[in-house]
C-alpha cells in the first residue's frame, strides 16, 4: 500500500540535543512538506521541498534543517537552537508542486518532547 | 496571513447539522478541508477551487464564496464520527506549493 511513513512514533529529548524525524512516501509524489502542531492550534510550515536537492523555508523555520537528497524522503532535524522544540510534528507530500489542486496527503506524526 | 475559523468549537446530537467558516483576508485559490481525530494525522475531505463550486459527498459538503474570500463546511445529520477538529487550509496567488492552516475547529457530537 502506498502512503506516508514517518519516525519514531514517540520521541524524547534532552534540552541541548539534536535529534532527526524520519519522513519516507511511496507514493512517488514530487512535493514533501513538515508542519508544527501545537495543543489546540493549527498546522504551521517548517520547510517544503517541490523537487529533490531544493527545500524553501516555511513559516518557523528557525531551529530546524531538512535534506532532500531522495524523492521518497524528507527528514528534519530540530536543533539546540529550537527553543520550544515540544510538539506534534506531522510531514506530508503531493503529487506535483502546486498546493492549488492537489490533495495533500499527511503521515501518522511524530509526538516530540523535550525533558 | 492565517485564515479565521468560526465557531471555534460546536456541540452537536447525533443527526444535527453545523456550519464551520473559514475566512482570509487574502486573494484565494483553493481552500481544502481537513478532519483530524486526536493524536492522529489530518485526514482529506475536499478540495473547493475559486469559482463559487459547490462540492460534497455523504452528508458533509462545502462551499467557496469568491468575493467573501470565504468557504464554509455543512454537516447534515451528524454521526458519532464527525467529532474531531476541522480544519481549513488556504493556497492564494502569492503562496505558490504552501497552504495556511486555519487555527481549528472542535467538533463534538454526543449521543
Known amino acids: 500500500d502506498g502512503g506516508i511513513t514517518q519516525s519514531p512514533k514517540y520521541l524524547f529529548r534532552k534540552e541541548g540535543q539534536n535529534v532527526t524525524l524520519s519522513c519516507e512516501q511511496n507514493?512517488?509524489?514530487?512535493?514533501m512538506y513538515w508542519y508544527r502542531q501545537d495543543p489546540g492550534q493549527g498546522l504551521r510550515l517548517i520547510y517544503y521541498s517541490q523537487i529533490v536537492n531544493d527545500f524553501q523555508k516555511g513559516d518557523i523555520a528557525e531551529g530546524y534543517s531538512v535534506s532532500r537528497e531522495k524523492k521518497e524522503s524528507f527528514p528534519l532535524t530540530v536543533t539546540s537552537a529550537q527553543k520550544n522544540p515540544t510538539a506534534f510534528y506531522l510531514c506530508?507530500?503531493?503529487?506535483?508542486?502546486?498546493?492549488?489542486?492537489?490533495?495533500?496527503?499527511f503521515g501518522p506524526g511524530t509526538r516530540l518532547t523535550v525533558l | 496571513q492565517q485564515p479565521v475559523q468560526s465557531p471555534q468549537a460546536v456541540i452537536l446530537r447525533e443527526g444535527e447539522d453545523a456550519v464551520i467558516n473559514c475566512s482570509s483576508s487574502?486573494?484565494?485559490?483553493?481552500v481544502h478541508w481537513y478532519r483530524q481525530k486526536h493524536g492522529e494525522a489530518p485526514v482529506f475531505l475536499m478540495i473547493?477551487?475559486?469559482?463559487?463550486e459547490q462540492k460534497g459527498h455523504d452528508k458533509i459538503s462545502a462551499s467557496f464564496n469568491e468575493k467573501k474570500q470565504q468557504s464554509s463546511l455543512y454537516l447534515t445529520a451528524s454521526q458519532l464520527s464527525y467529532s474531531g477538529t476541522y480544519f481549513c487550509g488556504t493556497a492564494g496567488g502569492t503562496s505558490y506549493g504552501k497552504l495556511t492552516f486555519g487555527q481549528g475547529t472542535i467538533l463534538t457530537v454526543h449521543p
Open positions: 506530508a507530500s503531493t503529487k506535483r508542486d502546486s498546493t492549488f489542486t492537489d490533495t495533500q496527503y
Open positions: 487574502k486573494a484565494l485559490y483553493s
Open positions: 507514493l512517488n509524489h514530487d512535493a
Open positions: 473547493l477551487l475559486k469559482g463559487g
